[in-house]
């Protein structure tokens, strides 16, 4: 019995990071809502590897096509806390074409049976627009019971 409880724990402690806690951590800057969820989602800091978010930051005068610059004390604090939290696993730190976590392998791979006519419908638009289907996303919630697809 005392075995069985003990491999319970061990198990549970190696369970990997589920699809519904990958939010903001705990001791996000106000300045990270206010400044990075205002034209998208607060993308949660364990998404990107520190060279990701390291490009983000430095290039944010030419950001995706728009001009997200910030004062440099409120751009050295949002820096300092998404390297923080930047992702270390494997899966979610590997280097991400143009910086973003759409174009990575894990999320084109989670999105292969989304068609691509689906992604340009006008209640998606992008698929950066994490929230227009994930419906908790903003919590940081992305189980796959918890998907509601636009149907236009
Ligand atoms: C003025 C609007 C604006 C602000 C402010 C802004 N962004 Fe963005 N961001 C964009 C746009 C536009 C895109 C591209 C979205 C798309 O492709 O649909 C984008 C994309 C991104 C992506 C890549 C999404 C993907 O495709 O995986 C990341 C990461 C990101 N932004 C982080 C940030 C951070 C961090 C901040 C705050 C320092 C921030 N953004 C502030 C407009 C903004
Ligand atoms: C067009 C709708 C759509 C958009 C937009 C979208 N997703 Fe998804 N996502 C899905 C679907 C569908 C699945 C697969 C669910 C399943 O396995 O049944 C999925 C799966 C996932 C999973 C895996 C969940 C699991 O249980 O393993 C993650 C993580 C995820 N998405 C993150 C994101 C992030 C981050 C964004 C934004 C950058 C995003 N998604 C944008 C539809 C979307």
Partial sequence: MKTYIFIALLASLAMPVSASNMGIPAGAPKSYEAE??????AY??????QKNWQNIISELD???GTDASLDTKTESEISRWLLKHAATKQKYSAF????RITK??????????????????????SPANCTACHVDAAKGNFDDDRVRIPTK
């Fill in 36 to 41: 990075c969820a205002s034209c998208h989602m």
């Fill in 96 to 99: 991400a074409p143009e910086n």
């Fill in 104 to 125: 990575t392998t894990w999320f084109i791979r989670k999105h292969d049976e989304v068609r691509s006519d689906v992604w340009k419908r006008s209640g998606v638009k």
């Fill in 62 to 64: 030419k950001h995706f």
């Fill in 44 to 49: 949660p800091p364990g998404l990107l590897g």
